[in-house]
């Protein structure tokens, strides 16, 4: 059985502007594999990842964010 490997990352993200954005960019993010809890504020500008280092990583991240018409910093 393999260990899970759980990292913590927070990324910036441009272009969020209201609730809607938010829940875009959690839904996005949430469904990527090995994704275990998001955390997305406005406020902030950021989302606070946890996932699992051996099967996604922040790249994987930034690139669903992009693709979700936002920009990762």
């Given at each position: ?22 829940m875009r960019v959690k839904k996005a993010i949430e469904g ?42």
């Amino acid at each position: 059985m393999e260990v899970e490997t759980i990292t913590q990352e927070t990324i910036k993200v441009e272009g969020m502007s209201c609730g809607h954005c938010v829940m875009r960019v959690k839904k996005a993010i949430e469904g990527l594999e090995g994704v275990k809890k998001v955390d997305v504020s406005l406020e902030n500008k950021q989302a606070v990842v946890e996932f699992d280092e051996g099967i996604t990583d922040v790249v994987k991240i930034k690139a669903v964010v992009k693709e979700t018409g936002y920009e990762p910093v």
